[in-house]
C-alpha cells in the first residue's frame, strides 16, 4: 500500500501515518519526494478498504501496490534511487566504470590492474576473493589475504573495491574491507545472505541468476530493500538459453524493462554476458546505449595467465580503447561517464 501525502503536510501528521501503519502490523517506509513524501506500507494487510489511512490528517491518497516487489517499485519510489559510493554517485546522469581482474591471484598483479583501470577512467575496483567455481577443484580465491591486497590498491588509487561474498559466514570478515558487496547469479535467492545484507548499509550489487526472471530479481532486491538497505544496484549478466554461441545470451532489453519498473540503478557486466573478449565492447556500447547506468567489466594484464575467466577479460589497452567508445554512446544519450576521484593534500 501506498499513502502519498499532502503537499503541505507537517512532521506530525507523517508521524500519524506512520504510527498508525505500525498499528496495523505493516512496516512503514518513508520517501522523501521534491513537494511531497510517500510511505509504503509493507505486509500483510487483510483489511479490505483502505479507509483507516485515507482519513488520516494529511493524506492525499492511498493505493494499493501492484507489483509483487513492494519496495523496489516505481509506486512505491517514483523518482530514481541515487546514492554515493566513495568516490562517485550512481543512478544519476553519469555512467559508472567497474572494472578489474575475476581473481585477485597476487598483490603485484591487483596492483597493476588497479592502476591501470583507473588511469583509463574506472571508478572503482572488481576483484574476487571467494571464488564459486563450478569444479571443486578449480582456484576458489586468496580469501582475506586477496581482501588485504584489494584494500592496498584501495589506498593507493582511491576507488571503493566490489567484491563477491558467497555466505553470510563472510559478512564480518568482508565488512573490515569491502566498499560494495556483490551478490553473484548463483546467489541471487540465496534468501538468508540477502536478509544478512539487508542489515548493512553498505551498497550491494545484485546479479541477475542465470535462469532467472526480471520479476524474480526484483523480487530478491525487495529482500535486501525490507531490512532498511536501499542502497541496490542491479547486474544484467546475461541469461542461460538454447545458444552455444556466446558463453550466455545477453538480454539488453532488461535494462530500459528494469528501468521502468523500478527506482534502482541498473548496470550490464559484459564480460559474464558474452564469456569472450571479442564481445565486450560492442555489448557495453549497447549497454549505455540502452540506458544502463554503469557497466562492470572484467580486466586482467595478461589474460593468457589469468587463473579464472580469461578469456572473457580484457586487456587494460582494450578497456581503454572501451571507455573511449561508451563515452561517446554517453554524450550522445545526454549522459557522461563519471569522472575519476582525485586526490586531495590529505589523501584520499
Known amino acids: 500500500m501506498i499513502i502519498v501525502m499532502k503537499r503541505n503536510y507537517t512532521p506530525q501528521q507523517l508521524e500519524g501515518v506512520v504510527d498508525a501503519i505500525r498499528v496495523h502490523g505493516l512496516t512503514p517506509h518513508v520517501t522523501y519526494g521534491v513537494e511531497t513524501a510517500i510511505v509504503a506500507a509493507v505486509g500483510e494487510f487483510h483489511i479490505p478498504a483502505l479507509d483507516p489511512f485515507e482519513i488520516l490528517d494529511g493524506v492525499e491518497t492511498v493505493k494499493r501496490i501492484s ?8 509506486q512505491a519510489h517514483p523518482e530514481n534511487s541515487v546514492f554515493p559510493v566513495d568516490g562517485f554517485t550512481i543512478g544519476g ?12 591471484e597476487s598483490r603485484s598483479q591487483i596492483l597493476e590492474t588497479a592502476h591501470a583501470v583507473r588511469e583509463a577512467g574506472a571508478n572503482a575496483l572488481r576483484g574476487g576473493v ?6 571443486p577443484y578449480a582456484f576458489q580465491g586468496l580469501g582475506e589475504e586477496g581482501l588485504e591486497y584489494l584494500a592496498e590498491a584501495r589506498e593507493q588509487t582511491g576507488m571503493p573495491i566490489v567484491v563477491e561474498i558467497m555466505s ?9 574491507y569491502v566498499d560494495v558487496f556483490q551478490v553473484g547469479a548463483r546467489n541471487m535467492q540465496n534468501f538468508n545472505l540477502l536478509r544478512a545484507l539487508g542489515e548493512t548499509r553498505k551498497t550491494i550489487l545484485l546479479k541477475r541468476g542465470l ?3 526480471i520479476e524474480e530479481l526484483l ?3 525487495e529482500y535486501i530493500l525490507a531490512g532498511g538497505n536501499k542502497q541496490i544496484i542491479l547486474c544484467e549478466r546475461g541469461i542461460r538459453t538454447f545458444e552455444t554461441a556466446t558463453r550466455n545470451t545477453t538480454d539488453i532489453n532488461a535494462i530500459p524493462v528494469l528501468k521502468n519498473l523500478t527506482h534502482l ?12 573478449a571479442n564481445y565486450v565492447l560492442p555489448i557495453a556500447r549497447a549497454a549505455i546505449a540502452a540506458g544502463a547506468d554503469g557497466l562492470i567489466v572484467e580486466v586482467h594484464p595478461d589474460p593468457s595467465k589469468a587463473v579464472s575467466d580469461g578469456k572473457q577479460s580484457l586487456k587494460p589497452e582494450k578497456f581503454a580503447e572501451m571507455v573511449k567508445q561508451v563515452k561517446a554512446i554517453a554524450e550522445v544519450m545526454g549522459r557522461q561517464i563519471a569522472p575519476i576521484k582525485k586526490p586531495t593534500a590529505a589523501g584520499w
Open 67 to 74: 507489483q509483487p516487489y513492494k519496495l523496489g517499485s516505481r
Open 93 to 104: 546522469d553519469d555512467i559508472i566504470l567497474m572494472a578489474g581482474p575475476c581473481s585477485v
Open 265 to 276: 540503478p541498473v548496470v550490464l557486466d559484459p564480460s559474464h554476458a558474452t564469456g569472450d
Open 168 to 176: 553470510q559466514t563472510q559478512l564480518d570478515l568482508m565488512l573490515k
Open 211 to 213: 535462469s532467472a526472471t
Open 219 to 221: 523480487m530478491s532486491a
Open 130 to 135: 571467494f571464488k564459486p567455481r563450478t569444479s
